[in-house]
């Protein structure tokens, strides 16, 4: 069993920048592969980044690409998630995830989830 909490969400302007952390409880938790998801108010959960057990394969969205980066501490069991040049489209509550397998962090299928951090971002 892992527990994921996410901290680092709040309200910035256009163009401003916030990181992300998630925590991960649990003697195994740096072997999991971790990402990041997002959810809009009225759509579906998507996904924003992932990253392996050992930080060597890492994945993102298009939409976020160039811009957010994730990056992980396995000393310390912590995933961040480095979020610049921030829209107004990615305004959403952010979820942390956990996986045994990079793939089921990509294909949105993980086996844990966090309880999710508010980003809002103003224009």
């Known amino acids: 069993q892992v527990q994921l909490v996410e901290s680092g969400g709040g309200l910035v302007q256009a163009g401003g920048s916030l990181r992300l952390s998630c925590a991960a409880s649990?003697?195994?938790?740096?072997?999991?592969?971790m990402g990041w998801f997002r959810q809009a108010p009225g759509k579906e959960r998507d996904f924003v980044a992932a990253?392996?057990?050992?930080?060597?394969?890492?994945y993102y969205a298009d939409s976020v690409k160039g811009r957010f980066t994730i990056a992980r501490d396995n000393t310390k069991n912590t995933v961040f998630l480095q979020m610049d040049s921030l829209k107004s489209e990615d305004t959403a509550v952010y979820y942390c995830?956990?996986?045994?397998?990079?793939?089921?962090?990509?294909?949105?299928?993980?086996?844990?989830w966090g309880q999710g951090t508010q980003v809002t971002v103003s224009s």
């Open positions: 649990g003697r195994t938790a740096s072997s999991y592969a």
């Open positions: 995830a956990a996986a045994l397998t990079f793939s089921a962090v990509a294909d949105l299928r993980p086996n844990w």
């Open positions: 990253i392996s057990w050992d930080g060597g394969r890492i």
